[in-house]
């Protein structure tokens, strides 16, 4: 599976994002899927995750309540909608792949990365 994630940008304070990540390979849909962020000098932390088949999906303390994750097997893509966006949300974030059925919240289930895009919020 390979990933290509785009949509980052520069945004104010409170405003809105939304990230796209298609996917090009088999079986696309034997995969969860997740959103991770890398802040400079940090590590790569967990953001949101969906399941194979888009049924569940799960987030962050940080995240649950401003963003959503959306996946459609049709199109191969996940996307991450992110609102209310503040200073410390300001990181390069990758999209990801876990192969199986369960959620996965762990950096080490995910085999597949995107190439990541830079998400700035400052006004």
């Given at each position: 599976v390979q990933l290509q994630a785009s949509g980052?940008?520069?945004?104010?304070?409170?405003?809105?994002?939304?990230?796209?990540?298609?996917?090009s390979?088999?079986?696309?849909?034997?995969?969860?899927?997740?959103?991770?962020r890398q802040a400079p000098g940090e590590e790569r932390d967990f953001?949101?995750?969906?399941?194979?088949?888009?049924?569940?999906e799960y987030y962050a303390d940080s995240a649950r309540g401003?963003?959503?994750?959306f996946?459609?097997?049709?199109?191969?893509?996940v996307d991450l909608q992110m609102g209310n966006l503040k200073p410390?949300?300001?990181?390069?974030?990758?999209?990801?792949a876990a192969p199986g059925y369960n959620v996965y919240r762990d950096i080490r289930s995910y085999i597949y990365w995107g190439q990541g895009t830079q998400v700035t919020v400052s006004s």
């Open positions: 980052g940008g520069l945004v104010q304070p409170g405003g809105s994002l939304r990230l796209s990540c298609a996917a390979g088999r079986a696309f849909n034997t995969y969860a899927l997740g959103w991770f953001v949101a995750g969906v399941i194979w088949n888009g049924g569940l401003r963003f959503t994750i996946r459609d097997n049709a199109k191969n893509i410390e949300d300001t990181a390069v974030y990758y999209c990801a």
